[in-house]
């Protein structure tokens, strides 16, 4: 590529920006060009379930990047700009006002939609579900009227979205029901022991948790939700409804475009795709994982790491992704931090207080340690992931030992030099 | 409205002038430094907001709190008697004309 090329990057989200940022790290000198279909600079999402719903900020305070380093780092930002289709035989993709772009490469991120609610009465209005800026503004408004109207906010599905949400309900003031299908909280991600956990944080703080509750239909009056009724026959009368039922990756154009994708486009540690023109990253992307798995993950660190190995995949450079997955949640003033995968563990020992909470629970399988989630437990998190990065491996006796010192496993460098 | 120099990991020194209680991580990031990721978003969740404060400045800050003190055990680069987290600074008139220097990553 020579400096008259030009990268295009699909969708301005975290992934995007970190693409775009990270090619001029690299060393690219060509242009750059940036679309986003939002009316909005790159903006960080995670607060959009947690302290910005409920303060209510400005949205200039979700910046990404602001437009000083947009400008100087020659990224032409085109907003509220969709793209419909990605021609690879010309190299070229197809604006929703049929204009096109030539592109030297192509970077994918274009992120992931929320599950819609399968059910009748899912398209009412005071259905709500999460994805961007203008969705959290309608859900804190929808809060806020149910909070004056007495009227409760009924979450469907206790994932991270949905708890996020019933908790900036009940700071608000509002009455909050979640329905969650399965026995339990967070189910997918975590053991029987932070759910429960987490049960008792929400039931402590006046959220009514339903299990088992599988949504049959959204009763609509005059077209707007006014209640919930279940598989069992019940009824939630609601003021809101949002669903947090779980996102999917939004590989629509890349499908059509005859990339390879599984419920995701498909790339391997050093964010490839399966045409040698174009990176992916983000949410939109299944990782290949080297025994043949595909592993989806949908975090900030996941879209920054995979950011930065498609930019350096557009210049022809190798840089995998290998460091243990992170993420975390904020409930009332409870923190959760998780690194590792804990899928498929065969067992679970705890280190710290339960009843506070401040503990964490080690997933293993066969022996090895997968994972840690850590509820309260800033070191244990911080200690973990150094743990998983460099494959040290405290036992399970170690673990639950509140006295054995995680840290003595690892050679930490010892910084005495002063000055910076 | 206080001034803070920070130098970037390749040497380059650069001036910004932040609003009196903006995180020295915001900062950064608004202006597209290179030596910052703040994948948390300056929740005191990742640690990729890491700086060294030039250490006359240092007795000047807030003590680091408790939360901030164990994401500093795990930063990518050395830790050291003056490493900080970006995100838990803010400026104040008294910090014009504070340093910070970014390490070499963050990540």
Not at chain 1, 244 to 263: F, V
Not at chain 1, 265 to 273: L, Q
Request: glycine share 10%; charged share 25%.
């Amino acid at each position: 590529m020579d400096s008259h090329s030009r990268i295009v990057i699909i969708g301005a989200g975290q992934a995007g920006i970190q693409i775009a940022e990270s090619l001029r790290q690299e060393g690219f000198d060509g242009a750059i060009m940036l679309l986003g279909d939002e009316p909005h600079p790159p903006y960080q999402r995670p607060p959009l379930s947690k302290k910005w719903l409920i303060d209510g900020g400005a949205i200039g305070a979700l910046s990404l990047r602001g437009p000083a380093a947009i400008e100087r780092l020659r990224i032409t930002l085109r907003q509220d700009t969709r793209v419909r289709a990605i021609d690879r035989q010309r190299q070229e993709v197809e604006l929703a006002d049929g204009s096109r772009l030539q592109y030297a490469r192509l970077a994918i991120a274009t992120g992931s939609l929320p599950r819609a609610l399968p059910v009748p009465g899912a398209s009412h209005r005071g259905v709500l579900a999460l994805r961007g800026i203008a969705d959290s503004l309608a859900i804190g408004e929808a809060i806020r009227r149910c909070a004056a109207e007495k009227r409760r906010v009924v979450v469907v599905g206790g994932g991270f979205i949905g708890l996020e949400v019933a908790a900036a309900a009940r700071k608000l003031g509002a009455e909050c029901t979640v329905l969650e299908g399965l026995p339990r909280l967070m189910s997918r991600v975590t053991a029987p022991v932070v759910s429960e956990t987490f049960a008792q944080l929400h039931r402590t703080h006046g959220v009514q948790l339903m299990f088992g509750a599988q949504v049959a239909e959204i009763i609509g009056r005059e077209g707007h939700a006014a209640a919930v009724r279940t598989e069992d026959g019940h009824e939630y009368p609601a003021g809101v409804v949002i669903v947090g039922i779980g996102i999917d990756p939004d590989d629509l154009l890349a499908r059509s475009a005859g990339l390879l994708c599984e419920r995701g486009v498909i790339v391997d540690e050093c964010s490839r795709t399966s045409d040698p023109m174009i990176a992916a990253a983000g949410d939109c992307t299944a990782r290949r994982m080297p025994d043949g798995a595909l592993v989806r993950l949908e975090s900030v660190q996941n879209a920054v790491e995979q950011g930065k190995s498609a930019a350096a995949a557009l210049m022809g450079r190798e840089r995998p992704f290998v460091a243990a997955p992170w993420f975390w949640s904020d409930q009332y003033d409870v923190k959760l931090q998780m690194v590792g995968l804990s899928r498929g563990y065969d067992h679970v020992v705890t280190r710290g207080d339960l009843s506070k909470p401040a503990f964490s629970a080690f997933y293993y399988r066969a022996g090895r340690l997968l994972a840690v989630d850590s509820i309260n437990r800033i070191s244990d998190h911080m200690q973990s992931k150094r743990l998983l990065d460099h494959g040290v491996q405290p036992t399970p006796e170690q673990a639950a030992d509140p006295q054995f010192e995680l840290a003595s496993l690892l050679k930490a460098p010892v910084a005495t030099a002063g000055g910076a | 409205m206080p001034r803070v120099t920070y130098i970037e990991p390749d040497g380059r020194a650069v001036t910004l002038q932040l609003k009196r209680g903006e995180t020295l991580m915001r900062a950064a990031m608004d202006a597209g430094l290179d030596g910052i990721e703040a994948q948390c978003g300056g929740n005191c969740a990742c640690a990729t907001c890491h700086c060294y404060v030039e250490p006359e400045w240092l007795d000047k800050l807030p003590l680091p709190s408790e939360d901030e003190q164990f994401m500093l055990t795990n930063v990518a680069a050395e830790r050291r008697p003056n490493s900080r987290l970006s995100c838990q600074l803010r400026a104040q008139d008294e910090l014009d004309g504070l340093t910070v220097v970014f390490p070499e990553r963050q990540s």
